[in-house]
């Protein structure tokens, strides 16, 4: 099985920088989409930032100029860097990617991580 496991964060200031990490373990064919969301109290969760296959990445508008998403050659490690932290950036933030089989593809998510801006 594929597990994720995320590190980082904590509590941290407006203003800060936010480097989070997200390692893929288990076994697996392939790692396609790589993402970061977040889910902030009485809110729905949200994509922050994705990584596709190809290279390219998308970005929420909340955080577009802040932020940076990365991962290893390999594709087995998912970072994110977030910027001039806000208030609003409060959240539990939830690493996630996509493996794909001969004939299957199954989403797999990190624990989750309580990041608290204060100010």
């Known amino acids: 099985q594929v597990q994720l496991v995320e590190s980082g964060g904590g509590s941290v200031r407006i203003g800060d920088s936010l480097s989070l990490s997200c390692v893929v373990n288990?076994?697996?064919?392939?790692?396609?989409?790589m993402a970061w969301y977040r889910q902030a109290p009485g809110k729905s969760r949200e994509l922050v930032a994705q990584?596709?296959?190809?290279?390219?990445?998308l970005y929420a508008s909340s955080v577009e100029d802040r932020c940076v998403i990365s991962a290893d050659s390999a594709r087995t490690t998912v970072h994110l860097a977030l910027n001039n932290l806000k208030p609003e950036d409060t959240a539990v933030y939830y690493c996630?990617?996509?493996?794909?089989?001969?004939?299957?593809?199954?989403?797999?998510w990190g624990q989750g991580l309580q990041i608290t801006v204060s100010s």
């Open positions: 996630s990617v996509v493996e794909y089989g001969l004939n299957s593809a199954n989403a797999h």
């Open positions: 288990g076994t697996f064919d392939r790692i396609g989409e």
């Open positions: 990584l596709n296959s190809d290279g390219s990445s």
